[in-house]
């Protein structure tokens, strides 16, 4: 009989690949969802803002169920390794951030991503840095809650459900597009791409 996945499995199925920030944006959305005492959103029962676009998204994503694509996934371009979780039904809300790199994982396993990075390590030194990451994203998936991760209740207004535009044609390249993402220019729609296109005109 085949076992179920779980979802760390799911999640790195999905990303394609096993990092520290994958494993950050697992055990936040692990927290959030206990926290709420929620289980995965089948629609838009759950919202998530997602204050990074780094790997760990695609981690909450497996396990919230929310997605851009429903509309319940809000992503706040500010750079931090934080996601707010919210629950449509009682308003409940949280904030999960993780706790800075520096402080969870070895000196010496940093050192060596930064030189693997740069194009600095040697065959031998990359096998090293592939063993040590297993190793640190073992220890991260095991170590404590509250020595990874911050969870604060938090007062969210909770956006409205994903709604469905009409959708009107571009008078410039022909292609279809959201109505309220549309611009007016010369007194016909015209995508965003397009809006900025001013061609030197000759009059006389």
């Keep these: ?5 779980t979802d760390w499995e799911k999640a790195m199925e999905f990303h394609g690949h096993i990092c520290v920030g ?21 629609d838009e029962e759950i919202v998530v803002i997602a204050e990074t676009d780094n790997c760990g998204v695609d981690a909450v994503q497996v396990v919230t169920g929310c997605t851009m694509g429903k509309g319940n996934l809000i992503f706040r371009d500010y750079g931090k390794n934080a996601y707010t979780f919210g629950r449509r039904d009682t ?14 994982l ?38 404590p809650q509250d020595e990874v991760l911050t969870v604060q209740d938090v007062e969210l207004d909770l956006p409205g459900k994903a709604r469905i535009f009409t959708s009107v044609t571009c008078a ?24 900025d296109y001013y061609p030197s005109r000759v009059t006389g």
């Design 1 to 5: 009989m085949c076992r179920e996945k």
């Design 22 to 42: 994958l494993v950050m944006g697992y055990r936040a959305a692990v927290a959030g969802m206990e926290s709420l005492k929620v289980k995965r959103s089948g």
């Design 91 to 104: 308003g409940d809300a949280v904030r999960v951030l993780a706790r800075p790199f520096d402080s969870l």
């Design 106 to 143: 070895p000196e010496e396993f940093v050192s060596l991503q930064n030189r693997a990075r740069r194009g600095e390590a040697t065959p031998e030194e990359k096998e090293q840095l592939h063993k040590m990451q297993l190793k640190v994203i073992s220890d991260l998936l095991q170590r």
């Design 172 to 195: 410039r390249c022909g292609e279809s597009v959201m109505e309220p993402r549309a611009r007016v220019r010369d007194g016909q729609y015209v995508c965003i791409p397009c809006s």
